[in-house]
């Protein structure tokens, strides 16, 4: 895997931001540094627009980085990750709200003056948006981070905001709204007996309030519990994802049913103790079955990831499983008329020096997680390292927006978002 970890310093703030010009290929990665169909632009709101595909870029000098994005249903789209290069702190919650062509139309940043993130971002139910992330309280040190609930209003002006934790590090990985409230999914190290991680699960009414925490571990001494993703089931019921990690690569798809008041009903773990199967994002299909997105390896230690897509009844039951390219699968979306699914991540290759990269890929798979298609996004002009997807949606009239991140020039990494029909 080639995702490297951030640099956590400030950056001085540059007035003008830069939008790079990307390609969509379904070519070998090596082919696309020969493309000519090249731009490059100084402006926020320009790149590059080729038939039906935009594909975009931002960023000041410093590091933006996308984790989720949104259709707000006005023909736009709202990304939330952070940003190093302004704000606050250290590292703020993004909110970049753009046009359909891709037009900067507002950016917001929220936190302290540590490391503040979003992580996921849903529709509120009542015309705003909640985004749920992590905050770092000030002076403290890394294992004291606790969720962060933001509501804000469609500009993206905060409507209120929460943060809860306990006396080890809480985060908040998903979102979804229930009936009388929200879900929460994440991981927290507060409640656990050996001092490990545990995956977190906990429901807040529509204000915020918190209504229940829960904590799914196994108990196991240098075994950590972390949950990714949440959808709720046809009985009020929830299915929670994530991993059990056993070792330093080593880890085990992990699912916990809960019934609406979070009690657990069951949990299932699959994959070999000596391999790694993570899941990052699970969506429920139209006859109450549910896929799931992550990745998978038989051999961490001396193989490549490989994307993957795995369908469960509500029992918890494998039905099928599916490995695609060398890689991550981060998000999974039902397709359009709910046909099929899009996968995204980014695939993983060594060139003919050598070197590694990462390339963001979208996988489109029928309703029997076959492979119909994939796409590379590739940058143009400058061959960087990493370039990942970390969310998808897929619009009504069938366009895939996605985004994420790039390496921008060596050091710094910018927001991504790139759509295409």
């Not at 931002?58 to 302004?86: C, K, P, R, S, V």
């Not at 749920?132 to 804000?152: C, H, M, N, Q, W």
């Not at 409507?159 to 809860?164: F, Q, S």
Request: net charge negative.
């Amino acid at each position: 895997m080639y995702e490297i970890a951030m640099k956590k310093c400030k950056h001085l703030l540059q007035l003008s931001l830069v939008a790079s010009v990307f390609v969509f290929s379904g070519c070998n990665p090596d082919d696309l540094k020969n493309n000519q169909n090249k731009g490059n632009s100084n402006s926020a709101n320009s790149g590059s627009t080729q038939g039906s595909e935009i594909v975009r870029s931002y960023g000041y000098a410093g590091n933006e980085l996308g984790f989720d994005l949104l259709n707000t249903g006005d023909g736009g789209y709202l990304m939330t990750g952070y940003t190093e290069a302004i704000g606050a702190g250290m590292r703020d919650m993004y909110l970049f709200k753009i046009n359909a062509d891709g037009d900067q139309m507002w950016a917001k940043t929220f936190g302290d003056i540590d490391n503040d993130e979003g992580h996921h971002i849903i529709k509120s139910g009542d015309g705003a948006y909640m985004v749920v992330g992590s905050t770092r309280l000030p002076y403290t040190t890394a294992f004291s981070d606790e969720v962060y609930l933001i509501k804000v209003d469609t500009n993206g002006n905060e409507i209120w905001n929460k943060k809860y934790g306990g006396t080890g590090s809480d985060i908040g990985n998903s979102i979804i709204k229930v009936d009388d409230g929200y879900v929460i999914v994440g991981s927290s190290t507060s409640y656990d007996t050996y001092g490990t991680t545990d995956m977190l699960l906990m429901k807040v009414s529509k204000n915020g309030d918190t209504s229940w925490p829960q904590i799914f571990a196994f108990g196991e001494r240098n075994v950590n519990e972390s949950g990714n993703d949440v959808v709720a089931t046809d009985d009020n019921g929830l299915i929670a994802v994530g991993n059990k990690n056993t070792g330093l690569l080593e880890n085990q798809l992990y699912i916990v049913k809960t019934d609406s008041n979070g009690n657990k009903l069951w949990e299932k773990t699959v994959g070999s103790t000596t391999g790694s199967t993570i899941g990052y994002s699970i969506v429920k299909t139209a006859n109450n079955e549910f896929v799931i997105a992550g990745s998978k390896n038989s051999d961490p230690w001396n193989k490549a990831d490989h994307l993957m897509l795995m369908k469960i009844n509500t029992s918890g039951t494998v039905l099928w499983e599916k490995i695609y390219d060398k890689g991550v699968a981060y998000d999974v979306s039902p397709g359009q008329n709910g046909d099929g699914f899009v996968l995204v991540g980014y695939t993983s290759y060594i060139d003919s020096r050598g070197a590694g990269y990462s390339r963001p890929i979208v996988v489109e798979v029928n309703s029997h997680g076959e492979k119909i298609s994939s796409r590379i996004i590739d940058k143009d002009m400058i061959i960087n390292p990493v370039e990942v997807a970390k969310a998808v949606t897929v619009t009504n009239d069938g366009s895939i927006a996605m985004t994420g991140y790039h390496e921008s020039n060596g050091s710094d990494f910018n927001l991504l978002f790139a759509k295409y029909r």
